[in-house]
Protein backbone atom coordinates (compact mmCIF):
# COMPACT_ATOMS: atom_id res chain seq x y z
CA UNK A 1 0.00 0.00 0.00
CA UNK A 2 1.68 3.03 -1.35
CA UNK A 3 0.68 6.12 1.21
CA UNK A 4 -1.56 8.56 -0.51
CA UNK A 5 -2.93 11.78 0.72
CA UNK A 6 -6.19 11.24 2.63
CA UNK A 7 -4.92 7.22 3.62
CA UNK A 8 -4.80 8.07 6.88
CA UNK A 9 -8.67 9.80 6.92
CA UNK A 10 -9.80 6.85 5.01
CA UNK A 11 -8.35 4.37 7.28
CA UNK A 12 -9.45 5.75 10.45
CA UNK A 13 -13.10 6.25 9.47
CA UNK A 14 -14.49 3.21 9.21
CA UNK A 15 -12.76 1.94 12.00
CA UNK A 16 -15.23 4.61 14.06
CA UNK A 17 -18.53 3.40 14.51
CA UNK A 18 -20.36 6.72 14.63
CA UNK A 19 -19.29 6.96 11.14
CA UNK A 20 -20.75 3.79 10.12
CA UNK A 21 -24.08 4.81 12.07
CA UNK A 22 -23.82 8.59 10.79
CA UNK A 23 -27.05 7.98 9.08
CA UNK A 24 -28.83 6.53 12.11
CA UNK A 25 -27.92 9.44 14.29
CA UNK A 26 -29.25 11.82 12.11
CA UNK A 27 -32.35 9.66 11.71
CA UNK A 28 -32.57 9.25 15.72
CA UNK A 29 -32.04 12.97 16.37
CA UNK A 30 -34.57 14.32 13.70
CA UNK A 31 -37.33 11.93 14.80
CA UNK A 32 -36.08 13.16 18.41
CA UNK A 33 -36.60 17.10 17.28
CA UNK A 34 -40.23 16.63 15.77
CA UNK A 35 -41.61 14.31 18.74
CA UNK A 36 -40.12 17.02 21.31
CA UNK A 37 -41.14 19.77 19.48
CA UNK A 38 -45.10 18.37 19.06
CA UNK A 39 -44.76 17.44 22.94
CA UNK A 40 -43.88 20.94 23.96
CA UNK A 41 -46.62 22.20 22.02
CA UNK A 42 -49.15 19.63 23.25
CA UNK A 43 -48.00 19.96 27.03
CA UNK A 44 -47.47 23.39 27.69
CA UNK A 45 -49.58 25.23 24.85
CA UNK A 46 -52.20 22.82 24.61
CA UNK A 47 -52.66 21.13 28.56
CA UNK A 48 -50.63 24.00 30.45
CA UNK A 49 -51.37 27.39 28.89
CA UNK A 50 -54.46 26.59 27.05
CA UNK A 51 -53.72 28.95 24.95
CA UNK A 52 -54.15 26.16 22.05
CA UNK A 53 -57.12 24.76 21.57
CA UNK A 54 -58.25 20.71 21.76
CA UNK A 55 -60.53 21.86 18.11
CA UNK A 56 -61.24 25.27 17.06
CA UNK A 57 -64.37 24.79 14.54
CA UNK A 58 -62.63 26.74 12.21
CA UNK A 59 -60.80 23.90 11.07
CA UNK A 60 -60.70 22.75 7.87
CA UNK A 61 -60.94 18.90 6.81
CA UNK A 62 -57.40 19.00 5.41
CA UNK A 63 -56.45 20.91 8.72
CA UNK A 64 -57.88 17.88 10.71
CA UNK A 65 -56.02 15.37 8.14
CA UNK A 66 -52.53 17.16 8.15
CA UNK A 67 -52.87 17.48 12.31
CA UNK A 68 -53.99 14.26 12.97
CA UNK A 69 -51.16 12.56 10.77
CA UNK A 70 -48.51 14.82 12.66
CA UNK A 71 -49.91 13.69 15.94
CA UNK A 72 -49.78 10.35 15.68
CA UNK A 73 -46.46 10.41 14.02
CA UNK A 74 -44.92 12.50 16.88
CA UNK A 75 -45.72 9.72 19.39
CA UNK A 76 -44.14 7.06 17.17
CA UNK A 77 -40.57 9.25 16.46
CA UNK A 78 -40.06 10.03 20.13
CA UNK A 79 -40.30 6.37 21.57
CA UNK A 80 -38.82 5.11 18.68
CA UNK A 81 -35.97 7.74 18.51
CA UNK A 82 -34.94 7.29 21.95
CA UNK A 83 -35.02 2.91 21.28
CA UNK A 84 -32.81 3.89 18.21
CA UNK A 85 -30.73 6.15 20.42
CA UNK A 86 -30.00 3.39 22.92
CA UNK A 87 -29.22 1.45 19.81
CA UNK A 88 -26.47 3.36 19.00
CA UNK A 89 -25.26 3.97 22.81
CA UNK A 90 -24.89 -0.20 22.91
CA UNK A 91 -23.03 -0.04 19.54
CA UNK A 92 -20.89 2.48 20.96
CA UNK A 93 -22.11 4.56 17.89
CA UNK A 94 -23.28 7.66 19.43
CA UNK A 95 -21.85 10.91 17.88
CA UNK A 96 -23.79 13.23 20.01
CA UNK A 97 -22.86 16.79 17.44
CA UNK A 98 -24.90 15.13 14.93
CA UNK A 99 -27.61 13.58 17.27
CA UNK A 100 -28.48 17.20 18.38
CA UNK A 101 -27.88 18.93 14.56
CA UNK A 102 -30.56 16.09 13.99
CA UNK A 103 -32.94 17.27 16.78
CA UNK A 104 -32.37 21.34 15.80
CA UNK A 105 -33.41 20.16 12.29
CA UNK A 106 -36.33 18.18 12.89
CA UNK A 107 -38.03 20.67 15.48
CA UNK A 108 -37.25 23.43 13.59
CA UNK A 109 -38.92 21.64 10.69
CA UNK A 110 -41.80 20.78 12.70
CA UNK A 111 -42.35 24.28 14.17
CA UNK A 112 -41.99 26.05 11.13
CA UNK A 113 -44.80 23.61 9.51
CA UNK A 114 -46.92 24.20 12.32
CA UNK A 115 -46.58 27.57 12.27
CA UNK A 116 -47.01 28.49 8.58
CA UNK A 117 -48.81 25.52 7.05
CA UNK A 118 -51.13 24.11 9.90
CA UNK A 119 -51.66 27.72 12.07
CA UNK A 120 -51.86 30.50 8.63
CA UNK A 121 -52.56 28.28 6.02
CA UNK A 122 -54.90 25.58 6.92
CA UNK A 123 -55.89 27.75 10.08
CA UNK A 124 -56.15 24.37 12.45
CA UNK A 125 -55.65 27.16 15.31
CA UNK A 126 -53.67 29.91 16.39
CA UNK A 127 -50.79 30.51 18.72
CA UNK A 128 -53.32 32.04 21.19
CA UNK A 129 -56.81 33.58 21.31
CA UNK A 130 -58.16 37.10 21.53
CA UNK A 131 -54.34 38.91 21.71
CA UNK A 132 -52.70 40.61 18.53
CA UNK A 133 -50.88 37.44 16.94
CA UNK A 134 -48.37 39.40 14.84
CA UNK A 135 -45.49 38.86 17.84
CA UNK A 136 -46.62 35.48 18.75
CA UNK A 137 -45.74 34.19 15.08
CA UNK A 138 -43.21 36.16 14.38
CA UNK A 139 -41.30 34.47 17.93
CA UNK A 140 -42.80 31.43 16.69
CA UNK A 141 -41.71 31.20 13.38
CA UNK A 142 -38.00 32.89 13.87
CA UNK A 143 -36.82 30.35 16.60
CA UNK A 144 -38.37 27.63 13.93
CA UNK A 145 -35.97 28.86 11.48
CA UNK A 146 -33.05 29.46 14.21
CA UNK A 147 -33.57 25.96 14.98
CA UNK A 148 -33.11 25.37 11.54
CA UNK A 149 -29.99 26.77 10.19
CA UNK A 150 -27.64 25.68 13.52
CA UNK A 151 -29.02 22.16 12.97
CA UNK A 152 -28.01 22.20 9.79
CA UNK A 153 -24.40 23.94 10.66
CA UNK A 154 -23.90 21.11 13.03
CA UNK A 155 -25.02 18.16 10.23
CA UNK A 156 -23.07 19.77 7.82
CA UNK A 157 -20.05 19.88 10.36
CA UNK A 158 -20.63 16.04 10.95
CA UNK A 159 -21.04 14.74 7.53
CA UNK A 160 -19.28 12.35 6.32
CA UNK A 161 -15.71 12.90 4.80
CA UNK A 162 -15.72 10.77 1.23
CA UNK B 1 -83.29 4.68 27.49
CA UNK B 2 -84.02 2.68 30.59
CA UNK B 3 -84.33 -1.00 29.63
CA UNK B 4 -80.29 -1.66 28.86
CA UNK B 5 -80.75 -4.20 25.65
CA UNK B 6 -83.32 -1.98 23.63
CA UNK B 7 -86.02 -4.21 22.05
CA UNK B 8 -84.26 -7.06 23.04
CA UNK B 9 -86.50 -7.53 26.37
CA UNK B 10 -85.23 -8.64 30.14
CA UNK B 11 -85.90 -12.06 28.88
CA UNK B 12 -82.78 -12.01 25.96
CA UNK B 13 -80.67 -9.88 28.26
CA UNK B 14 -80.98 -12.52 31.06
CA UNK B 15 -79.76 -15.06 28.81
CA UNK B 16 -77.06 -12.96 27.19
CA UNK B 17 -75.80 -11.86 30.34
CA UNK B 18 -75.57 -15.52 31.68
CA UNK B 19 -73.56 -16.85 28.67
CA UNK B 20 -70.92 -13.92 28.88
CA UNK B 21 -70.79 -14.95 32.47
CA UNK B 22 -70.28 -18.38 32.07
CA UNK B 23 -68.33 -17.89 28.70
CA UNK B 24 -65.90 -15.49 31.11
CA UNK B 25 -65.21 -18.12 34.14
CA UNK B 26 -64.38 -20.73 31.68
CA UNK B 27 -61.79 -18.75 29.63
CA UNK B 28 -60.23 -18.02 32.99
CA UNK B 29 -60.22 -21.55 34.37
CA UNK B 30 -59.28 -22.97 30.78
CA UNK B 31 -56.56 -20.40 30.38
CA UNK B 32 -55.13 -21.12 34.15
CA UNK B 33 -55.69 -25.15 34.17
CA UNK B 34 -53.64 -25.01 30.61
CA UNK B 35 -51.17 -22.48 32.20
CA UNK B 36 -50.73 -24.97 34.93
CA UNK B 37 -50.50 -28.16 33.26
CA UNK B 38 -48.66 -27.56 30.34
CA UNK B 39 -45.88 -25.96 32.67
CA UNK B 40 -45.17 -29.62 34.42
CA UNK B 41 -43.78 -30.30 30.45
CA UNK B 42 -42.48 -27.19 29.02
CA UNK B 43 -41.35 -24.09 30.60
CA UNK B 44 -43.09 -22.63 33.28
CA UNK B 45 -46.11 -20.16 32.34
CA UNK B 46 -45.07 -16.96 33.28
CA UNK B 47 -47.31 -15.17 35.81
CA UNK B 48 -47.61 -12.00 34.08
CA UNK B 49 -49.29 -13.84 30.94
CA UNK B 50 -52.15 -14.76 34.13
CA UNK B 51 -52.85 -11.60 35.15
CA UNK B 52 -52.69 -10.28 31.60
CA UNK B 53 -55.28 -12.78 30.30
CA UNK B 54 -57.43 -12.42 33.55
CA UNK B 55 -57.17 -8.68 33.13
CA UNK B 56 -57.90 -8.62 29.13
CA UNK B 57 -60.98 -11.06 29.62
CA UNK B 58 -62.40 -8.58 32.95
CA UNK B 59 -61.72 -5.58 30.23
CA UNK B 60 -64.36 -7.22 27.67
CA UNK B 61 -66.57 -8.55 29.79
CA UNK B 62 -67.64 -5.54 32.34
CA UNK B 63 -68.38 -3.46 28.60
CA UNK B 64 -70.80 -6.29 27.78
CA UNK B 65 -72.45 -7.20 30.64
CA UNK B 66 -73.50 -5.73 33.99
CA UNK B 67 -74.21 -2.03 35.41
CA UNK B 68 -71.18 -0.66 33.60
CA UNK B 69 -72.94 -1.93 29.90
CA UNK B 70 -76.02 -0.69 31.59
CA UNK B 71 -74.86 3.28 31.49
CA UNK B 72 -73.10 3.22 28.32
CA UNK B 73 -76.16 3.37 26.58
CA UNK B 74 -77.52 6.60 28.06
CA UNK B 75 -73.80 7.80 28.59
CA UNK B 76 -71.42 8.32 25.54
CA UNK B 77 -68.56 9.12 27.91
CA UNK B 78 -68.98 5.74 29.33
CA UNK B 79 -69.64 4.14 26.06
CA UNK B 80 -66.24 5.41 25.16
CA UNK B 81 -64.46 4.47 27.83
CA UNK B 82 -66.00 0.92 27.47
CA UNK B 83 -64.82 1.04 23.75
CA UNK B 84 -60.93 1.69 24.99
CA UNK B 85 -61.58 -1.31 27.31
CA UNK B 86 -63.06 -3.73 24.68
CA UNK B 87 -61.18 -3.02 21.41
CA UNK B 88 -57.75 -1.72 22.64
CA UNK B 89 -56.85 -2.73 26.32
CA UNK B 90 -58.48 -5.75 26.58
CA UNK B 91 -56.89 -6.92 22.95
CA UNK B 92 -53.61 -5.77 24.30
CA UNK B 93 -53.42 -7.05 27.87
CA UNK B 94 -55.08 -10.80 25.74
CA UNK B 95 -52.08 -10.38 22.88
CA UNK B 96 -50.04 -9.94 25.86
CA UNK B 97 -51.01 -13.67 27.73
CA UNK B 98 -49.83 -14.98 24.20
CA UNK B 99 -53.64 -17.58 24.13
CA UNK B 100 -52.37 -19.36 21.38
CA UNK B 101 -48.86 -20.40 22.06
CA UNK B 102 -50.42 -21.28 25.03
CA UNK B 103 -53.09 -23.62 23.31
CA UNK B 104 -50.59 -24.71 21.22
CA UNK B 105 -48.51 -26.21 24.24
CA UNK B 106 -51.44 -27.54 25.67
CA UNK B 107 -53.38 -29.21 22.69
CA UNK B 108 -52.49 -32.75 22.00
CA UNK B 109 -50.01 -32.92 18.89
CA UNK B 110 -52.70 -33.60 16.37
CA UNK B 111 -54.79 -31.51 17.23
CA UNK B 112 -52.40 -28.46 17.95
CA UNK B 113 -51.22 -29.29 14.07
CA UNK B 114 -54.54 -28.60 12.77
CA UNK B 115 -54.35 -25.26 14.87
CA UNK B 116 -50.90 -24.61 13.65
CA UNK B 117 -52.52 -25.42 9.81
CA UNK B 118 -55.44 -22.41 10.95
CA UNK B 119 -53.02 -20.07 12.14
CA UNK B 120 -51.23 -20.07 8.60
CA UNK B 121 -54.36 -20.35 6.27
CA UNK B 122 -54.70 -18.35 3.52
CA UNK B 123 -57.43 -16.48 6.20
CA UNK B 124 -55.73 -15.60 8.74
CA UNK B 125 -53.01 -14.15 7.18
CA UNK B 126 -55.21 -12.07 5.07
CA UNK B 127 -56.99 -10.76 8.25
CA UNK B 128 -53.52 -10.42 10.03
CA UNK B 129 -52.50 -8.41 7.45
CA UNK B 130 -51.41 -5.33 8.84
CA UNK B 131 -53.57 -2.88 6.37
CA UNK B 132 -56.41 -5.62 6.07
CA UNK B 133 -56.72 -5.04 10.17
CA UNK B 134 -56.26 -1.01 10.33
CA UNK B 135 -58.53 -1.22 8.22
CA UNK B 136 -61.26 -3.72 10.01
CA UNK B 137 -60.25 -2.01 13.05
CA UNK B 138 -60.45 1.95 12.54
CA UNK B 139 -62.47 1.95 9.37
CA UNK B 140 -65.00 -0.36 11.28
CA UNK B 141 -65.03 2.76 13.88
CA UNK B 142 -65.77 5.11 11.13
CA UNK B 143 -68.40 3.25 9.95
CA UNK B 144 -70.34 2.91 12.88
CA UNK B 145 -69.97 6.57 14.24
CA UNK B 146 -70.34 8.03 10.86
CA UNK B 147 -73.92 6.08 9.49
CA UNK B 148 -77.26 5.09 11.42
CA UNK B 149 -75.06 2.39 12.76
CA UNK B 150 -74.48 3.55 15.78
CA UNK B 151 -78.75 4.65 16.26
CA UNK B 152 -79.49 0.71 15.64
CA UNK B 153 -76.72 -0.40 17.86
CA UNK B 154 -78.65 1.31 20.78
CA UNK B 155 -81.96 -0.30 19.17
CA UNK B 156 -81.43 -3.64 18.72
CA UNK B 157 -79.72 -5.93 20.54
CA UNK B 158 -77.94 -8.09 17.93
CA UNK B 159 -76.32 -5.25 16.53
CA UNK B 160 -75.58 -4.22 19.41
CA UNK B 161 -73.88 -7.60 19.90
CA UNK B 162 -72.62 -7.80 16.81
CA UNK B 163 -70.87 -4.61 16.81
CA UNK B 164 -69.21 -5.53 20.69
CA UNK B 165 -67.97 -8.13 19.01
CA UNK B 166 -66.66 -6.72 15.90
CA UNK B 167 -65.05 -4.15 18.03
CA UNK B 168 -63.29 -7.12 20.31
CA UNK B 169 -62.02 -9.02 17.52
CA UNK B 170 -61.11 -6.68 15.29
CA UNK B 171 -59.19 -4.78 18.33
CA UNK B 172 -57.55 -7.76 18.50
CA UNK B 173 -56.79 -8.77 15.10
CA UNK B 174 -55.03 -5.50 14.88
CA UNK B 175 -52.87 -5.51 18.07
CA UNK B 176 -51.68 -9.30 16.82
CA UNK B 177 -50.79 -7.71 13.39
CA UNK B 178 -48.94 -4.90 15.42
CA UNK B 179 -47.14 -7.26 18.30
CA UNK B 180 -45.72 -10.35 17.45
CA UNK B 181 -45.86 -11.97 20.37
CA UNK B 182 -47.70 -15.28 19.24
CA UNK B 183 -46.67 -17.44 16.19
CA UNK B 184 -48.30 -15.47 12.93
CA UNK B 185 -48.83 -16.98 9.61
CA UNK B 186 -46.59 -14.14 7.77
CA UNK B 187 -44.47 -11.59 8.96
CA UNK B 188 -43.88 -7.69 8.03
CA UNK B 189 -40.99 -5.51 8.85
CA UNK B 190 -40.82 -3.10 11.49
CA UNK B 191 -40.88 -0.17 9.04
CA UNK B 192 -43.74 -1.27 7.54
CA UNK B 193 -45.46 -1.98 10.26
CA UNK B 194 -44.87 1.49 11.83
CA UNK B 195 -45.98 2.91 8.87
CA UNK B 196 -49.36 1.34 8.77
CA UNK B 197 -49.81 2.12 12.55
CA UNK B 198 -49.18 5.80 12.27
CA UNK B 199 -51.95 5.91 9.70
CA UNK B 200 -54.40 3.84 11.83
CA UNK B 201 -53.32 5.96 15.45
CA UNK B 202 -54.27 9.36 12.92
CA UNK B 203 -57.43 8.11 11.43
CA UNK B 204 -58.51 7.01 15.09
CA UNK B 205 -57.36 10.95 16.06
CA UNK B 206 -59.35 12.49 13.33
CA UNK B 207 -62.37 10.21 14.13
CA UNK B 208 -62.28 11.62 17.74
CA UNK B 209 -62.04 15.36 16.82
CA UNK B 210 -64.96 14.91 13.92
CA UNK B 211 -67.13 13.27 16.84
CA UNK B 212 -65.93 16.77 18.70
CA UNK B 213 -68.00 18.60 16.67
CA UNK B 214 -70.65 15.82 14.78
CA UNK B 215 -72.15 14.04 17.54
CA UNK B 216 -73.84 10.77 16.77
CA UNK B 217 -77.70 10.59 16.90
CA UNK B 218 -78.65 11.33 20.28
CA UNK B 219 -75.51 12.43 21.78
CA UNK B 220 -75.41 15.80 23.70
CA UNK B 221 -72.89 18.74 22.41
CA UNK B 222 -71.34 17.98 25.96
CA UNK B 223 -71.28 14.25 25.59
CA UNK B 224 -69.89 14.15 22.64
CA UNK B 225 -67.07 16.54 23.52
CA UNK B 226 -66.23 14.47 26.51
CA UNK B 227 -66.82 11.43 25.33
CA UNK B 228 -64.23 12.33 21.61
CA UNK B 229 -61.50 13.47 24.54
CA UNK B 230 -61.64 10.06 25.90
CA UNK B 231 -61.45 8.43 22.78
CA UNK B 232 -58.63 10.81 21.28
CA UNK B 233 -56.28 11.05 24.81
CA UNK B 234 -57.06 7.31 26.21
CA UNK B 235 -56.44 5.98 22.25
CA UNK B 236 -53.33 7.84 22.64
CA UNK B 237 -52.52 5.91 26.06
CA UNK B 238 -52.48 2.58 24.39
CA UNK B 239 -51.11 3.49 21.26
CA UNK B 240 -48.46 4.44 23.15
CA UNK B 241 -47.94 1.72 25.00
CA UNK B 242 -48.04 -0.50 21.97
CA UNK B 243 -45.37 1.15 19.83
CA UNK B 244 -43.35 1.51 23.14
CA UNK B 245 -43.12 -2.54 23.15
CA UNK B 246 -43.27 -2.30 19.07
CA UNK B 247 -40.20 -0.41 19.37
CA UNK B 248 -38.77 -3.37 22.43
CA UNK B 249 -39.25 -5.65 19.98
CA UNK B 250 -37.26 -4.13 17.62
CA UNK B 251 -34.48 -3.22 20.08
CA UNK B 252 -34.31 -7.10 21.03
CA UNK B 253 -34.04 -8.18 17.47
CA UNK B 254 -31.70 -6.27 16.12
CA UNK B 255 -29.04 -6.43 18.98
CA UNK B 256 -25.72 -6.86 17.76
CA UNK B 257 -23.96 -10.26 18.44
CA UNK B 258 -22.61 -13.46 17.52
CA UNK B 259 -24.80 -16.15 16.21
CA UNK B 260 -24.99 -18.55 18.99
CA UNK B 261 -25.09 -21.96 17.35
CA UNK B 262 -26.47 -24.10 20.02
CA UNK B 263 -29.33 -21.56 20.96
CA UNK B 264 -30.27 -21.16 16.95
CA UNK B 265 -30.76 -25.20 16.42
CA UNK B 266 -32.76 -25.30 19.73
CA UNK B 267 -35.04 -22.39 18.62
Not at chain 2, 206 to 232: N, R
Amino acid sequence: MTPRTGYMHIQDDPAQPRYIYSKRNLWSGVLFGVGLAAFIDETIFHQLLHWHHFYDLSTTAVGLVSDGFFHAFSWFATIASLFLFADLRRRKGLWLTRWWGGVLLGAGIFQLYDGLVQHKLMGIHQIRYDVELAPYDWTWNIIAVVMIIVGSILLWRTRRRT
Amino acid sequence: MEHGWGHGGSSASTAIELICTLLYASVLVGYTLMGRLSSQHYKSWPLYRYICWYAGCTCSVVVIIGPFAAAAHSDFRIHMIGHLLLGMLGPLLIVLSAPATLLLRSLPISQARRLSHVLRSRYAALICHPVVAAILNTGGLWLLYTTPLYTWMHQYTAVNLLVHLHIALAGYVFTISMLYVDPVAHRYSHVYRAIVAVIAAALHGMLAKYLYVHPPTGVSTGQAEAGAQWMYYGGDLVQLIIIGLFCYEWYRVTRPRQINVKTALDA
